[in-house]
């Protein structure tokens, strides 16, 4: 079974700490997503990537990066964690051309912030 | 910019009924719909995937329909069970770039 996997199912950190969140797939996708989903904003994305190396801004941006070094890993990491990072993060993955396969998403990861 | 808007934004229905979700998009330039479904705490499971030139899609109780130039797609689920409870969330990617544009979905709840 294909599967995206997130290392972590619940974080918590503190205010200015350097918070990396880990996601991995085996499907050999191209395409890679960091999501962040909050109450009444619904999915909101923050970086993609559709090769290794490569990356893209999404919406949100803004006090984020990322990192990928090889096809299967892509790495999410807040710089500086505020409490208004407190989010469920999820990671997704497609082809590049998504043809009949659709979006394959991680179970997320609940970020606390305190 | 695409917007992304799913009505209503909670529903409950006794077990048995069967029901429509609808979910309607600004832009009709769309390469394809996504519909998904997710559990309390957890995170999307794919249902459903329309490419833009289908107009529909069913697996199971499930059958999805798109109807771009109107900007509209209903996911309609038949003999509904309690365990279809769940929020269901409708996505629509926009040309080459595969990026993903959410609605903030439709709570079901399914009553015995």
């Known amino acids: 079974d294909v599967k995206v996997t997130q290392s972590s199912r619940y974080l918590v950190k503190r205010t200015g700490e350097k918070v990396f969140l880990e996601c991995v797939q085996d499907?050999?996708?191209?395409?890679m997503f960091w999501y962040r989903q909050d109450p009444g904003l619904g999915l909101r994305l923050i970086y993609f990537?559709?090769?290794?190396?490569?990356?893209e801004k999404g919406d949100i941006p803004e006090g984020y990066s990322v990192s990928r070094e090889k096809k299967e890993r892509f790495s999410l990491i807040l710089e500086s964690a505020s409490t208004n990072q407190t989010s469920m993060y999820l990671c997704?993955?497609?082809?590049?051309?998504?043809?009949?396969?659709?979006?394959?998403f991680g179970s997320g990861t609940r970020l606390t912030v305190v | 910019k695409q917007e992304v808007t799913q009505i209503p934004a909670a529903l409950s229905v006794p077990e048995g009924e069967n029901l429509v979700l609808n979910c309607s998009f600004t832009?009709?330039?769309?390469?394809?719909l996504q519909w998904f479904r997710q559990d309390p705490g957890k995170g999307l499971t794919s249902l459903l995937l329309?490419?833009?030139?289908?107009r529909e899609q069913t697996s199971g109780r499930l059958n999805a329909s798109l109807d771009k130039s109107s900007g509209r797609s209903t996911l309609y689920i038949a003999a509904s069970q309690p365990g279809d409870s769940a929020t269901y969330l409708c996505?629509?990617?926009?040309?080459?770039?595969?990026?993903?544009?959410f609605g903030t979905g439709t709570r079901l709840q399914v009553t015995l």
């Open positions: 499907m050999d996708h191209e395409n």
């Open positions: 329309i490419q833009s030139s289908q």
């Open positions: 997704a993955s497609s082809l590049l051309q998504t043809g009949g396969r659709g979006y394959t």
């Open positions: 996505a629509v990617c926009i040309g080459t770039a595969s990026k993903l544009t």
């Open positions: 832009d009709s330039a769309i390469y394809n």
């Open positions: 990537s559709y090769d290794v190396k490569m990356k």
